[in-house]
């Protein structure tokens, strides 16, 4: 049955309130449990042996010696994960990762595994694992690797996507170009024009729970894996196709989860550890380290961005172009593409031409950092928006009103846009108090906007409604920012229950169709449509029941205000008939009122914002401090909007990290000098002040209510917005991310020189 | 791995001296226990000293003050009387870590990590610090300075322990202050790390001075130079530039993931000439 998911404007009683979420109570006390919380009886430890070369040939691999430390029960190679990848690059890249074949591309990259009934024996099994080495030249810079001197690391890679045919191979695995109109036509229109070259640094999701799994694998063939995973069905797909594994046969449970932010879409050690277990015939639990994590679990991207944007003296962008070299690892992958695509999308520009180029480095193979690609993009343009609005005298703001994306724009990717929230994002930063509030001595205030796509995806739901009227939804989608609540409020808005009356779970993959997993924003936004379209299927079975409880015809049973009612008065007075009613006569009016979903939610709708920053920089250190921070974003409806104030936090929090301080330091032997929290530095608590938010209502016209997926956005435009706010603090452009205080020192001794 | 903990200093030396191989004292274990999660870590022996009596107190005497091994950070805020006396050294140990840290560490064992970035170390050299070193045939007292030989490297022999920190009573109008760099608010490490220490006489002329710096070499570094530039003063801005260039030039840093050595020299520099100000407001200047 086909769904109808367009939005009808109505009036909500739950959506829209803030309860408090199901899993809180437990998360702060300790009760919840997350992936290392699993356990089996006759469990064994596993430990991964890793690469401490940044490139190098895996001449032989010894393991004799390791196979014979008491309490060790498997040790496994990439002898033991055998290819069954099928020539699908993609699949394989997620293999090679998890155990190297040939060659260690990084440092981190996973060599062997051990399993042992202790961490003790595990451990010193590792040590006498004996693997022959041949070093190669590495290269970790994005910029170094494209050089005509750089080592070339995969020799089978010719860069795609280029005319003629490349016939050499390179570091640039693939090339892609997006935009309209004509760009040479543009600039010779423009009376200013900002060109300039950007870098950011690779960072970390920095979730502070490391990836965590018990694997057990069947002699009958059939398997178990419980993960900490935001895609439980996902990972049973990959899984299963990396072992060989009937799909239905390998079981995946998710557990709470400490953070992912796109870090746990992919799967790192799952593999392994199932191949553990296959071999060991045991249970075995893979807990990685926070080194590791950090040295062998995705980052995202590190980028080189050359930006060139003409305008003329009435404040109209001619056109503007920008060039992309984001590191994807050692694996071709599409992160350049995502950032040539993002680029712009806040603009109507007539001609606008973006190309993303995919560079290979011997760094972790890159992962999905929400909204992946997009900040970095958003950090080079912003900052030239923001030049160019100075160079042609106008206010920053009014700039980008002047030029904004709105309904009908072709994007600069290419779609046409629906009604979106870029402009009244802008206008809201117009008239917000923190724009014109007086700024102090050696302050600074920075603005900028950003954009993601958003995405929806295959969705599946059951809805049972219990005995006593009360409700459970089972969905598939892992809850990673209060989906539970959300969805509960959602199931309570259409049966016309209380949100108390709503039992949210996250069922495993044997006993729910498949779902995506929870990225691309698409939790809330697809869950919902699949919990509305559910509960809606429950209706109406409910409907039947009334019917029959009351033995009238179906016709003149109607829902409302979560009740039966009989239509007119040929039915005498009946009292309507509640939920709880019609679930107490469930028995004898045909069995258990259950409503299922099962569809692909499209139309998840772009979404858009502002962000504001002022910024308090110490002119003689390079110091820094945020001091107001601003966040303004479209969320279509705002569900639960606690949790969509946390959304918009949490994203500025990690993007201000992210602008200030986050960095991967490769040393010239091209291994990770700060594979931890001490040397890797998010914010702490006292680094920022309460960030402001406010929300935005532009319905999504193809959500029952509107809903749009608010998850990524927000950390969009905080590197940008940071940017600037310093550039604007100490008078000096500031293009390299993250801006350290060593840097803003440098730019401003470089200034005075 | 042994673990033992012994209620007098005379069996844990002896517990040391007689050590076959690794052995480590235990003191609040913020450093230690981090280590001891390193796959490479080894030990055969740790001695935890906290049992031992007098480790856990700061004596006043008559000559200064004498801080047991196992005080952790939080109880020398807590003494009013070294705060009063040593606000630097106090707010040095303070900056370590968090609340949780300073429950538990200590600034012997923040000496004895011999990290260059110890932050309370530079404050400890700044004051005049000693440390008293209990070995198996007797103690012995050296310069807090002496302690650290280079990073993760202290001049104590096999079997020693320091017992305790003495600080001597700060003549009058004396003040002292510490100042660290970190890229955030807390819980980092000190990119550069400056103690002055000062004593003025009735006019407010600086007539005694020591001047340390903290994770700009592989050592705490005591600079004459500046100590020179600032005796005689008081603090006049051309002062406080001499100062600040005394500093920078004493500075041997590295590159490294935490500061470049362009960075660290100059703000060594900084940072020297606000301590020296704060310093100099505390011993009564102005
Ligand atoms: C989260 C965190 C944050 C931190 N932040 C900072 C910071 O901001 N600044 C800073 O300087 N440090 C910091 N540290 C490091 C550490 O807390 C300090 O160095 C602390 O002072 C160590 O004291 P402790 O008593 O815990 O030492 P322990 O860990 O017990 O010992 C440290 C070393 O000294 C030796 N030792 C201890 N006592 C004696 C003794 N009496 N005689 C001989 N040897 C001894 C031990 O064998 C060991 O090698 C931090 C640590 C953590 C975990």
Request: glycine fraction near 10%; proline fraction near 5%.
């Amino acid at each position: 049955m086909s769904f109808d998911a367009t939005n009808s404007s109505k009036s909500f009683k739950s959506v829209g309130t803030r309860p408090l979420r199901p899993d809180g109570v437990d998360k702060v006390t300790g009760r919840a449990r997350y992936g290392a919380d699993f356990n089996m009886p006759g469990q064994l430890v596993a430990r991964v042996l890793r690469s401490k070369h940044a490139h190098a040939k895996i001449k032989s691999i010894d393991t004799s010696r390791a196979e014979t430390v008491k309490g060790v029960k498997a040790v496994v190679t990439a002898a033991d994960l055998p290819d069954l990848t099928d020539g699908d690059p993609a699949l394989f890249a997620v293999l090679d990762n998890c155990m190297a074949r040939n060659k260690a591309m990084y440092d981190g990259h996973a060599i062997a595994a051990v399993a042992a009934i202790d961490e003790k024996a595990a451990k010193a099994a590792l040590k006498l694992i004996a693997v022959d080495y041949e070093i190669l030249p590495h290269v970790t810079d994005v910029d170094a690797a494209t050089l005509p001197d750089a080592p070339v690391l995969n020799e089978a890679i010719f860069t795609q996507g280029v005319e003629p045919k490349s016939t050499r191979p390179s570091n640039i695995a693939n090339r892609t170009e997006f935009g309209h109109g004509d760009v040479d036509v543009g600039f010779s229109h423009a009376d200013s024009v900002v060109e300039r070259s950007y870098k950011t640094e690779q960072t970390h999701q920095g979730y502070i729970e490391p990836h965590a799994c018990v694997a057990n694998c069947n002699p009958d063939g059939t398997a178990e894996l419980w993960v900490c995973t935001q895609g439980h069905f996902v990972y049973r797909q990959v899984c299963a196709d990396l072992l060989g594994i009937e799909v239905s046969k390998l079981r995946v449970t998710s557990s709470e989860i400490g953070g992912g932010f796109g870090g746990k879409t992919h799967v790192w050690t799952e593999p392994v550890a199932l191949a553990l277990s296959r071999k060991a015939n045991r249970p075995v639990k893979l807990v990685m380290s926070r080194d590791e994590v950090f040295r062998a679990s995705g980052p995202t991207s590190a980028t080189s961005i050359d930006v060139k944007i003409g305008a003329n003296k009435d404040g109209i962008i001619t056109a503007a172009t920008a060039t992309l070299r984001y590191t994807s690892g050692p694996y071709a992958d599409m992160w350049a593409e995502l950032g040539a695509m993002t680029s712009f999308a806040c603009y109507d520009l007539e001609n606008v031409k973006t190309v993303g180029l995919e560079v290979i480095v011997n760094r972790p193979k890159v992962a999905a950092y929400r909204a992946p690609s997009a900040p970095m993009a958003a950090f080079a343009v912003e900052s030239a928006i923001d030049e160019l609005a100075q160079k042609i005298g106008m206010n920053p703001v009014d700039f980008r009103i002047q030029n904004v994306a709105s309904e009908g724009t072709q994007s600069s990717y290419g779609p046409i846009y629906g009604p979106i929230g870029i402009g009244p994002t802008l206008e809201a930063a117009k008239a917000h108090p923190h724009m014109s509030a007086p700024l102090g001595k050696n302050q600074g205030r920075g603005m900028a906007c950003g954009f993601w796509f958003n995405f929806g995806g295959q969705t599946c739901t059951d809805l049972n409604i219990s005995a006593d009227g009360t409700v459970t939804i089972a969905v598939g989608t892992v809850d990673v920012g209060g989906s539970r609540a959300s969805l509960s409020l959602i199931a309570a808005e259409e049966l016309g229950l209380s949100y108390d009356n709503i039992k949210a779970v996250v069922a495993d993959t044997s006993t729910l169709g498949y779902n995506d997993m929870t990225d691309g924003s698409r939790g809330t936004f697809s869950t919902s449509m699949a919990t509305i379209s559910a509960a809606r299927n429950a209706i109406e079975i409910m409907r039947h029941r009334a019917a029959l409880m009351w033995d009238i015809p179906l016709g003149d049973v109607y829902w409302e205000d979560g009740h039966a009612h009989a239509a007119g008065t040929k039915h005498g007075n009946l009292a309507p008939l509640s939920v709880k009613d019609i679930a107490a006569e469930a028995g004898k009016t045909g069995g258990p009122i259950a409503g299922h979903s099962e569809l692909v939610a499209d139309g998840a709708g772009v979404s858009f914002a502002t962000h504001i920053c002022d910024i308090d920089v110490d002119p003689e250190t390079g110091s820094s401090r945020v001091v107001r921070y601003t966040v303004i974003q479209d969320a279509g409806k705002a569900v639960h909007p606690s949790y969509v104030e946390g959304q918009y936090q949490g994203g500025a929090a990690q993007g201000i990290g992210w602008a200030l301080n986050e960095e991967y330091i490769y040393g010239e032997d091209g291994r990770l000098q700060n594979p931890g929290f001490l040397d890797y530095r998010i914010p702490v608590c006292s680094d920022l002040p309460m960030i402001d938010t406010q929300i935005l209502e532009i319905p999504n016209p193809k959500h029952p209510y509107g809903v749009r997926g608010v998850g990524e956005t927000s950390i969009v435009p905080p590197l940008a917005a940071i940017a600037n706010a310093v550039s604007n603090a100490v008078g000096v452009r500031m293009t390299h991310i993250p801006v350290s205080p060593p840097r803003i020192l440098a730019a401003l001794t470089d200034a005075k020189d | 791995m042994r673990y033992e903990r012994p209620d007098t200093m005379q069996a844990a030396t002896a517990l040391l001296a007689g050590a076959e191989a690794k052995s480590f004292v235990l003191a609040g274990g913020t450093d230690l226990l981090v280590r001891m999660q390193n796959d490479d870590f080894e030990a055969d022996l740790i001695v935890d000293i906290k049992a031992i009596s007098g480790m856990a107190k700061v004596t006043e005497t008559d000559d200064g003050f004498v801080i047991g091994a196992g005080v952790p950070s939080v109880a020398l805020f807590e003494d009013t009387a070294l705060v009063a006396a040593w606000p630097g050294v106090v707010e040095a140990a303070n900056l370590i870590g968090s609340t949780q840290i300073q429950g538990r560490c200590t600034i012997v064992g923040n000496l004895c990590n011999a990290s260059p970035a110890a932050d309370s170390v530079p404050a400890l050299v700044a004051a005049g610090a000693v440390a008293q070193v209990a070995g198996p045939s007797g103690t012995r007292d050296v310069a807090v300075i002496d302690i650290p030989t280079g990073p993760g490297k202290t001049s104590l022999a096999k079997g020693e322990i320091i017992q305790a920190i003495l600080l001597p009573k700060p003549n009058a109008r004396t003040g002292d202050a510490y100042l660290r760099f970190i890229p955030r608010t807390e819980m980092d490490i000190a990119v550069v790390g400056v103690a002055v220490n000062l004593t003025l006489n009735e006019d407010g002329t600086v007539i005694a001075a020591r001047v340390a710096l903290g994770a700009v070499g592989p050592k705490v570094i005591l600079v004459d130079t500046a100590a020179k530039a600032v005796i005689g003063s008081k603090l006049e801005d051309v002062v406080l530039q001499a100062l600040s260039e005394s500093c920078s030039a004493a500075c041997t840093p590295i590159n490294d993931k935490r500061g470049t050595v362009a960075f660290r020299t100059q703000v060594a520099g900084v940072l020297a000439r606000r301590a020296a100000q704060t310093a100099y407001t505390r011993a009564g200047g102005k």
